[in-house]
């Protein structure tokens, strides 16, 4: 099993930054881990992925603001999101993909933009 869970989540200014943290069981092998986010009133959207070779892909919404990083043991995922907008107002999901393809979801941490 792997279990995402994701910390972190809270008020943030606009303008300010915040950093996610999404783990996931030790000793775990996964490949893909990626970012994605749910905002009041829209479908779930990827935010940022990150490869098991630390190759990166990101939403034009988010490029030169977000960054998105895993520990060398690939296990642990941050999302680091500097310059918030409103528009980053959502609750965000960490995904964890194993080898074969099995996906795995955490349950998500809400982070509303506001002033």
């Known amino acids: 099993q792997v279990h995402p869970t994701e910390h972190g989540g809270g008020l943030a200014q606009p303008g300010g930054s915040l950093t996610l943290t999404c783990t996931t069981e030790i000793f775990a092998r996964i490949d893909d881990m990626s970012w994605y986010r749910r905002a009041p009133g829209r479908q779930r959207e990827l935010v940022a992925r990150i490869g098991k070779g630390g190759e990166t892909t990101y939403a034009d919404s988010v490029k030169g603001r977000f960054t998105v990083s895993r520990d060398n043991a690939g296990n642990t995922m941050w999302l680091l999101m500097n310059n918030l907008k409103p528009d980053d107002t959502a609750v965000y999901y960490c995904?964890?993909?194993?080898?074969?393809?099995?996906?795995?979801w955490g349950q998500g941490t809400q982070v509303p933009v506001s002033s």
């Open positions: 995904k964890a993909q194993k080898p074969g393809g099995v996906l795995f």
